[in-house]
């Protein structure tokens, strides 16, 4: 049977916020089963929880927010899409700041420190949300959707007209099943435009963002030395993002996603329509030999 996941020890690492610019330490510890994801703001004069969960998202500019009362948790998405490619269940996530590090930009240390710190396997049976109808949210020509499938698969549109992007692989579909989080998307970087730069920092965002935690472009060229990762590292860090957006559900999907030109805000009120479609959706557990989802070596989707 497929049971539920936390790590097996502690572990620390520290880094800056991407929009905050400010430092901030973060520590891992383990959970017991049917705890979820939960943040711990230590920081603060009385310490304050936010469990992980759709409704508790209150801020999608540029990156998903928890906001609970005045208190914040922000740039939630690379770490819970790291969680969810490694099937982590359960965690808590303590910060000394309001932003998680967003160390070289995309999920990869995340990923490492995850493994570096093991992955315990729980008594209790994982738990999935499985599609059964199809759900839409679309705002203007962006939308995003999830529908049937017996497993779980990632599709995603961008449309930036920039001579590089264009260059690369603008539309991507991803079959888990076939598919590696690890290898193909965890190490896809977050990314922007010189031409934006100004703007986001009048309005206090981007200001911890350099060449060492984001893909920047200018009007022609990728400005990092060391280039591209991923030749389509652009769509695949959409990807990224749609999955950790995804996982403020706390469970898997069992289901296709496709976004067309979509971000945070629409990732997030995408799963909040789900939730009210009861008849949409169940929650499913699996034995090793019904999953339609793979653990191998400890890793999901691998």
């Not at 193909?184 to 977050?190: C, D, K, L």
């Not at 749609?242 to 945070?264: E, N, P, Q, R, V």
């Amino acid at each position: 049977m497929l049971v539920q996941r936390t790590i097996k020890k502690v572990i620390e690492t520290s880094g800056v916020g991407l929009h905050s610019g400010k430092k901030v330490s973060m520590r891992l510890r383990p959970a017991a089963a049917n705890t979820g994801i939960v943040f711990y703001r230590l920081d603060l004069d009385e310490p304050v929880e936010i469990k992980v969960s759709p409704t508790m998202v209150g801020e999608t500019v540029l990156s998903t927010t928890l906001v609970k009362d005045t208190v914040k948790v922000s740039t939630i998405e690379h770490l819970l899409s790291a969680l969810a490619g490694l099937g982590i269940d359960n965690i808590y996530i303590d910060l000394n700041a309001e932003e998680i590090p967003i160390l070289d930009g995309s999920s990869a240390p995340f990923v490492y420190l995850i493994l570096s710190a093991g992955i315990k396997e729980q008594n209790n049976l994982k738990k999935f949300i499985r599609i059964k109808e199809k759900i839409t949210y679309s705002k203007g020509d962006s939308w995003a959707s999830l529908q049937p499938y017996n497993g779980f698969s990632a599709s995603f549109e961008i449309n930036f007209n920039h001579p590089i992007v264009n260059e690369t692989q603008q539309y991507l579909c991803l079959d888990f099943a076939n598919n590696s989080y690890v290898d193909e998307i965890s190490r896809a970087r977050t990314f922007g435009f010189m031409r934006d730069v100004e703007y986001l920092r009048s309005k206090n965002l981007g200001l911890g963002g350099s060449l060492d935690n984001a893909v920047v472009l200018d009007e022609y060229k990728v400005l990092n030395p060391s280039g591209l990762r991923y030749k389509d590292e652009f769509v695949k860090h959409k990807i990224l993002d749609a999955i950790g957006d995804l996982y403020t559900l706390g469970y898997g999907i069992i289901g296709a996603f496709h976004g067309h030109k979509s971000g945070h805000a629409i990732n997030n009120l995408l799963v909040r329509e789900l939730l009210l479609n009861q008849q949409a959706w169940e929650i499913v557990t699996f034995d090793q030999q019904s999953a339609p989802v793979r653990y191998i070596d400890g890793l999901a989707w691998a």
